[in-house]
């Protein structure tokens, strides 16, 4: 955090003034009339969609820390005075410029922004909207002054040096600026202070980051979408370090939906500018960005959902990440949190240190879903899903296709039980309900959880037997051919050794102790353990009874999950 605060100074309240810090502003010009010949020193005058989007690019830094912008009409009221310029002024490679607050806090902070930067001959509305580089800029060039500084820059003060970790104080100016610095977390990803921004996706739709300062896709760069649209999670702790966190920011129960598309709605073209270009003066926003989510109270989703021709909501149908991990402000991969977003959008979610998101919804495609250490909810719909979901007491929901529930320790190290409509896998205060999964990965195996074969259930015996499961033997096999001898029970109702001791007739016959069950004893009237009256089971459940169908099979395979009750009267007989 200290690679991104300049020297500490910063603006407070006047004396006896509580509340959020007044940051007053005014849109002014150049002092003119500049080099007509030249373009130098030419004053310009914002246009109302360039006011417009400084003033929600500003926005980000009110939702997240204790500022307040007010925009004053008089210059000489401004503590934050905006202008802008272009390239014959700026020269150079110089998009914007803003002096950090200085010594005398009441002196007045300078904003320069280089419209024609980029070889761009002037804005147009996209490039101003979410998403879009200059929107970016404007909240960049807010952050210095501010306070905040760019993390390839040494810092002053008590801050001095404060270089990036992994960036090298003795390269030179340009080379810092291009180094992604440890683990690659100086980007954009983590603050819009890098100047890193660029990223591309691998052949799978996945991000690969790019040391550029623009983004490049496909061999072009684009300024209207997928760049940071607030400031990222190291931006809020550095700002909020210094003015305080806005706590009564988004503290209602908040669905953060992912996007689906790199493009932007159809808009309005109007009349043409001084140069001949029509510029957009009515824009439908829905252009791909990056969002830091500093979100204050409430149960909180990330859902990939859209909205189809016919103006349903249903679920997005790209391979989605989704990972509920907050930025960790360390020098680990999870330094600024983990990106959520659908594979070639370049658009998505990181979440803010300190924020809880609770729950995250999946689309129709093969995501990856990630929870944390709160109790949440994850939901993988359609696809093969692969969810990690172990901290906490979380419930998965599979949806349709083949899902698969990963955890990081041995089969071994856990507490795994089959309940029927679901699965349930503790390891101390942690616990995971599985339902409409098909498998689940361990260190040392993978298990399909809802297997009954006969009335081996498969999840019961693997998850006891860790000797069976390393071996990679079938449940069901390893039962009938050792472990039936071996005094090992198929599932958590049916007594091995007691089932045998009791009817010696079994034991002599030498049939499978289960399959004896299956076939004649509950027919007999035979327990398969004290815990399970079979008898008892058919009197309280007419309707099995009269299907004339095993009642430890029925209430393995359908009972326990419809609530029905295993009778125990603690007698084998």
């Not at 802008?84 to 150079?92: F, I, P, S, V, Y």
């Not at 960049?140 to 992994?166: R, V, Y």
């Not at 949440?376 to 419930?395: C, K, P, S, W």
């Not at 699965?423 to 409409?436: K, P």
Request: proline fraction near 4%.
């Amino acid at each position: 955090m200290d690679a991104f605060i300049n020297n500490g100074r910063h603006y407070v309240n006047p004396t006896g003034v509580t509340g959020p810090v007044q940051i007053n502003y005014y849109f002014g010009q150049l002092t003119g009339p500049g080099n007509p010949v030249t373009g130098v020193g030419v004053p310009y005058s914002w246009r109302p969609f360039e006011t417009a989007a400084w003033e929600k690019a500003v926005k980000g830094w009110e939702n997240v820390a204790n500022v307040d912008f007010v925009r004053v009409e008089l210059q000489a009221d401004a503590l934050f005075v905006e202008r802008l310029e272009n390239q014959a002024t700026a020269g150079g490679t110089v998009s914007a410029s803003h002096s950090l607050p200085s010594a005398n806090l009441s002196s007045q902070s300078q904003g320069t922004y280089n419209f024609e930067a980029v070889n761009v001959r002037q804005w147009s509305a996209d490039m101003l909207e979410p998403g879009g580089n200059f929107y970016r800029t404007f909240i960049h060039e807010t952050g210095h002054g501010l306070g905040l500084k760019h993390p390839h820059d040494s810092g002053s003060g008590a801050f001095n040096p404060n270089f990036f970790p992994g960036i090298d104080p003795t390269d030179d100016a340009a080379v810092r600026q291009r180094s992604l610095g440890v683990l690659e977390l100086n980007h954009m990803f983590g603050s819009v202070m890098s100047y890193l921004h660029g990223y591309e996706f691998d052949d799978q739709g996945r991000i690969d980051l790019v040391a550029t300062r623009q983004r490049p896709v496909a061999d072009d760069f684009f300024l209207d979408h997928g760049f940071a649209a607030t400031p990222m999670a190291y931006d809020i702790a550095a700002i909020q370090y210094m003015y305080g966190a806005n706590t009564t920011y988004r503290t209602a129960d908040n669905v953060y939906i992912l996007p689906d598309s790199n493009d932007p709605h159809p808009f309005v073209r109007g009349p043409v500018n001084e140069v001949g270009e029509q510029e957009t003066i009515i824009y439908q926003p829905d252009t791909a960005y990056w969002e830091c989510l500093w979100d204050a109270g409430g149960i909180d989703e990330i859902r990939y959902d859209v909205t189809d021709a016919s103006g349903n909501v249903v679920a997005g149908k790209a391979n989605a990440i989704i990972d509920l991990t907050a930025a960790t402000l360390d020098m680990s991969e999870t330094g600024y949190g983990v990106l959520s977003y659908a594979a070639f959008i370049g658009g998505g979610y990181t979440i803010a240190n300190g924020v809880v998101i609770e729950n995250a919804t999946g689309g129709d495609g093969n995501d990856l879903l990630t929870g944390n250490g709160a109790n949440n909810l994850i939901q993988g719909r359609g696809g093969n899903d692969e969810i990690h979901a172990t901290l906490g007491t979380d419930v998965v929901i599979g949806g349709e296709g083949s899902d698969v529930v990963v955890f990081s320790g041995t089969l071994a190290s856990y507490t795994a039980s089959n309940l029927g409509a679901f699965s349930s896998v503790s390891s101390g205060a942690n616990v995971t309900y599985a339902y409409g999964v098909e498998s689940m990965r361990f260190a040392d195996g993978t298990i399909a959880p809802t297997s009954l074969a006969g009335l081996v259930d498969n999840f019961f015996y693997l998850s006891r037997n860790a000797d069976v499961f390393t071996a990679g033997m079938d449940a069901e096999m390893h039962y009938d051919t050792y472990g039936r001898f071996e005094g090992r029970d198929p599932n958590a109702y049916f007594d091995t050794s007691a089932y045998l001791a009791t009817y010696g007739d079994v034991a002599a016959s030498g049939l499978n102790p289960v399959d004896h069950y299956l076939i004649y004893g509950w027919r007999e009237g035979r327990d398969p353990s004290t815990n399970f009256d079979g008898d008892a089971y058919l009197a309280a459940n007419p309707d099995v009874a009269a299907a004339n169908i095993n009642p430890l099979a029925h209430f393995l395979a359908y009972g326990r999950a419809e609530g029905r009750v295993a009778v125990d009267d603690g007698v084998l007989g």
